[in-house]
């Protein structure tokens, strides 16, 4: 399930090297799993069946799909984009959008947040082009750590190992200095220049609404290789539900634990597909001190990507965040908005067309937590009404018989 692989998950962020004899005994169960997580380089690929180099270099030769009608023309929505730090070497594997300008260029929709962005800041101010690789309809399991939430030093192919419970096997680009899941189904090597930027979009995006035209890099192809039977996968984005709400979903459900082993207060999670996993959280928590919802609210907000969660609302431990019923019930009942309603600034998300300024805005937090004298509510708090559990026992059983269902 879900929830067991999410506390495996948490085995994996907490692995440590042994400093006794004790751990060294406790840590020889994972072992297994863990020597299965790293990389296996194989010399003879999949993904490099054919090799086109100079004028053989197409892109138009794949169904890349214009998804929307504004769209500013194709776009390669499900590109694993690997990138290597100028510095320390440290790679990057991340999904960002490309837009196909011509049969060998592309647009790179690298937010400043984002790793791959990090990477061609740096070397940017080292004056150096950034070789850039591009795998396409590799292991899904791979596909899917490049969408995950890691810190900074977690290597996503690791993690795909580590999720897969094998190593993901890796073979060299022809071209440039990268390796790329062997399994992939098509790979563009390529580079981008430092200080070049093209203009990119529109694109129907996935919080419904259209990201608006702006300069980006450009991705220059030096090399595509393919399966001989290549299949060309893609997504399309758009006002939820699509399929990507459903692979966030689950990635609210598999670093959970992650979270509340930072915050062990917070019950549970519901980041709901409405708010497009980064405009709204409705957190339930085991209130254990005045203020604890606002302490909450403010971890969150320093929180890699939960950090530009413009909407959160805490709630206490009894209530099914999981509920949008229950929880507009609560809300709309167990708060005053002078009192329990806070404004912050900070960083929001880059597709946030709201916000005054790009990258920076306002959000919200909403304490709909019962009140406490120690937080200054003189009054008395109502309890909810609730039937005994002797008559719903009865009533129950008096529907059974009356055959009831």
Known sequence: SLDELGNEILTFFEIEKPDSLIKKIKLLPKLKRLSNMFPKLIKKAPCQEVILKGEDIDL???????????????FITLPLVFTKHPITKIRNVGMYRMQVYDKCTTG????????????????EELGERLEVAVAIGPDPIMTYAATAPLPEDIDEVVFAGFLRGEPIEMVKCI?????????SQIVLEGYVEPKERRIEGPFGDHTGYYSLPENYPVFHITCITHRKDLIYPATIVGRPPQEDCYIAKATERLFLPLIKKQLPEIVDINLPIEGVFHNIAFISIDKRYPGHAKKVMHAIWGMGQLSFTKIIVIFDKDVNVQNISEVLWR??????????IVFVEGPVDALDHASPLPLLGSKMGIDATRKWKEEGFTRKWPPDIEM?????????KLWERLGIK
């Open 388 to 396: 005994k559990k002797e008559v719903k026992e009865k009533i129950d």
């Open 108 to 123: 790179m929709h690298w937010h400043p947040h984002k790793g791959g962005a990090q990477h061609y800041r740096v070397a």
């Open 175 to 183: 071209t440039i200095d990268h390796e790329v899941p062997a399994t």
């Open 331 to 340: 809300l709309g009942n167990n708060i005053d908005p002078k009192r329990d």
């Open 60 to 74: 138009m030769k794949f169904p890349i799909l214009h998804c929307w009608p504004l769209d500013g023309g194709p």
